[in-house]
């Protein structure tokens, strides 16, 4: 297996009529079926911010306290969806069972976080909500939550708020380590720094749960429904579908979390945010690992570059990663 000494590799080439046009730098932890750190790409125990890669982790929470959602709901809990009407209507279903409405909401209003489904909302007529933000069923799921225990509802995004704390103590438990610093997150609520090998912890925690555990009904639910965690088009769901078993979430700024069942696990960390860089690398990551290639795999392995409308290029693994592959 693969291992960078560097602070920060590069791990991600994008290439345009066969020259390198810029490249991405970052981190990338693979553990093995052992918990053992399998692969490692740079300073993977520095922390970093996971974002909304810990959304699994927070519904974890939310379950240990009360809140009672199932299926699809639960799963849209741990989303960071695309703003389709289904989660538009997934979210007020969760609100509705606690006798809320969208006026408790107070993530940001916002537009669908995928462009062809703001592009449908558009033309439809609509336009930025509270409901369309791609946290919207996680804050529903936090006031229901709230609501369940008797909690404060207008001050659930506050450091100090009870939920918040239990958020906190639930990811110090699960990653194995004390976050090393808090801010708050786009939509409003706090977010903890760990390390690229805690969120790996973390998640993988999850898919080795006991069955109808917090954590195992979480990863579940999630598996079942991966269009629900994320959106109909998205790499996430695609890569559910292509390897069974496999738990993903993304989180913004370039961050990836996964576990399979046997306790494989990993988490990637892209230094400039890029969103197209991170599913190449969690592929790479796969198969470092020693998940079966796949055609549906394959096809998230790399991601066009287009010329007009010709394909001139491909966002692809740097060396480094490639030399980590059973095939490199």
């Known amino acids: 297996m693969g291992e960078s000494v560097e602070a920060n590799p590069v791990l991600i080439e994008v290439v345009r009529s066969g020259f390198v046009e810029s490249r991405h730098r970052g981190a990338a932890v693979g553990l093995g079926a052992d918990g053992g750190a399998a692969v490692r790409f740079g300073a993977v125990e520095e922390p970093i911010f ?35 009407d289904f989660h538009v209507e997934g979210t007020e279903k969760i609100l509705a069972g606690a006798g809320l409405s969208a006026r408790a909401l107070r993530c940001p209003a916002s537009w669908p976080l995928e462009q062809p489904v703001m592009v449908e909302v558009a033309r439809s007529g609509g336009a930025r909500s509270r409901l369309r933000m791609n946290c919207s069923g996680k804050h529903a799921a936090m006031l229901a939550t709230c609501a369940v225990n008797g909690w404060p509802l207008d001050s659930y995004r506050d ?86 078993g496999l738990l993903v979430k993304c989180g913004a700024e370039g961050v990836d979390a996964f576990a399979l069942p046997d306790g494989r696990a990993g988490a990637v960390k892209i230094d400039d945010g890029a969103a197209r860089a991170r599913t190449p690398v969690t592929v790479a990551l796969l198969r470092a690992l020693g998940v079966a290639d796949s ?34």
């Open 50 to 84: 996971p974002r909304s890669a810990v959304k699994p982790i927070q519904a974890v929470a939310m379950l240990r306290h009360g809140l009672e959602l199932a299926d699809e709901l639960l799963a849209l809990a741990a989303a960071s969806h695309s703003g389709e």
């Open 159 to 244: 450091f100090d708020h009870p939920l918040q704390r239990a958020v906190r103590d639930t990811l110090a438990e699960l990653a194995g380590e004390t976050p090393a610093a808090a801010g708050v997150d786009g939509c409003g609520v706090p977010t903890f720094a760990i390390s690229l090998s805690g969120l790996a912890r973390a998640v993988r925690a999850l898919t080795l749960a006991p069955p109808g555990s917090p954590e195992r009904r979480v990863a579940d639910a999630m598996r079942a429904h991966p269009e629900w965690t994320s959106g109909i088009r998205r790499p996430e769901r695609r890569l559910m579908q292509a390897v069974p």
């Open 295 to 328: 055609p549906r795999l394959r096809e998230l392995a790399t991601a066009p570059v287009h010329g007009g409308e010709e394909t001139v290029g491909q966002v692809r693994p740097a060396p480094a990663l490639w030399a980590a592959l059973p095939c490199g």
